[in-house]
């Protein structure tokens, strides 16, 4: 069974870079079926679509244009995780980061989660 | 960008009703639509992607329809654990953008 699950600092200062990785268990980033994401959530609002890495040999990455300045997507295979780093934060980045997994063999969507963890940013 | 419309944004009904939920893309996606649900402190859960195939394990009271621009998740006869927020969510071109949600709520 796949397990995703994010870790990182869960609260971050103004101006300060995020950094949240996800653990993959039962399943391998490296496969070419199969996109990995970051999608947040912030406090009672909707879902917001982050980044993507997706491996066909090379690492290929696709961004939101509205984060895509501030926002690096990376993975690392032999740990089986991958990465999000957005820097320069403010109160608006405070949100339930998820990752997730795309799966080309289901239309392309989102098949499976992580819990999601609440990132903070205050002072 | 792909905008995601759907409504409406609150749907009140009774366990056993019927739901018909909306979502209208700013331009065409084809088939490429895709819905999810989610409970309060969960993650969304994948129901019905490419428009209209239900995902596994996923009950046959849910159904999605349409095509290009505008289209609808069914749920045939509501169950309590149905109550939830909706969104749909278009991959038929970067940026991936998801709908505003529609609440289900139990009247």
């Known amino acids: 069974q796949l397990q995703l699950q994010e870790s990182g600092p869960g609260l971050v200062k103004p101006a300060e870079t995020l950094s949240l990785t996800c653990t993959v268990s039962?399943?391998?980033?490296?496969?070419?079926?199969?996109?990995w994401g970051w999608i947040r959530q912030p406090p009672g609002k909707g879902l917001e679509w982050i980044a993507s890495?997706?491996?066909?040999?090379?690492?290929?990455?696709y961004y939101s244009p509205s984060l895509n300045s501030r926002v690096t997507i990376s993975g690392d295979t032999s740990k089986n995780q991958f990465s999000l780093n957005l820097n320069s934060v403010t109160d608006a980045d405070t949100a339930v980061y998820f990752c997730?997994?795309?799966?080309?063999?289901?239309?392309?969507?989102?098949?499976?989660w992580g819990q999601g963890t609440l990132v903070t940013v205050s002072s | 960008e792909i905008v995601l419309t759907q409504s409406p944004a609150t749907l009140s009904l009774s366990p056993g009703e019927r739901a018909t939920l909306s979502c209208r893309a700013s331009q065409s996606v084809g088939s490429s639509l895709v819905w999810y649900q989610q409970k309060p402190g969960q993650a969304p859960r994948l129901l019905i992607y490419?428009?209209?195939n239900r995902a596994t394990g996923i009950p046959a009271r849910f159904s999605g329809s349409g095509s290009g621009t505008d289209f609808t998740l069914t749920i045939s006869s509501l169950e309590s654990e149905d109550f939830a927020i909706y969104y749909c969510?278009?991959?038929?071109?970067?940026?991936?953008?998801f709908g505003q949600g529609t609440q289900l709520e139990i009247k």
């Open positions: 997730a997994r795309r799966s080309t063999l289901l239309g392309y969507s989102y098949d499976y």
């Open positions: 490419d428009a209209s």
């Open positions: 890495i997706h491996y066909t040999g090379n690492a290929n990455t």
């Open positions: 969510q278009q991959r038929a071109s970067w940026p991936i953008t």
């Open positions: 039962g399943g391998s980033i490296s496969s070419s079926s199969y996109f």
